[in-house]
């Protein structure tokens, strides 16, 4: 089953996502011990195309539990940079 997590920066929060981005980049280079695949993911930016605000993970899991689980671990989450992170389910239709 596919799970969006879609994360939002807190303000004022870019220089501690850039502190914690190559641990961060690590974490995601081996999602293997959560049981989930990544299809895709990147940062979430400003209108200004540049500017980091946020996250989205596109994962294949089995279940909610994983993503949650996964999300959990994520160096980003444990350095308190989301203010807030939503996961839900996504049937995909095209592409």
């Known amino acids: ?11 004022g929060a870019l220089e501690t996502r ?4 190559e641990a961060h980049k690590a974490f995601l280079s081996d999602t293997s011990p959560y049981g989930v695949t990544m ?7 400003a209108d200004d195309g540049a500017t980091m ?17 996964f ?6 989450h ?3 940079i989301w203010e807030r992170v ?5 049937l995909r239709r095209q592409g």
């Open 18 to 21: 850039k502190a914690h981005y």
């Open 1 to 11: 089953m596919l799970f969006v997590i879609h994360g939002i920066d807190r303000k």
């Open 86 to 90: 939503t996961i839900t389910a996504f």
């Open 53 to 69: 605000v946020g996250s989205l993970f596109l994962l294949e899991a089995p279940d909610r539990a994983a993503v949650e689980h």
């Open 71 to 76: 999300n959990k671990a994520d160096p980003f």
């Open 78 to 80: 444990a350095a308190d």
């Open 39 to 45: 299809v895709m993911s990147g940062p979430l930016v």
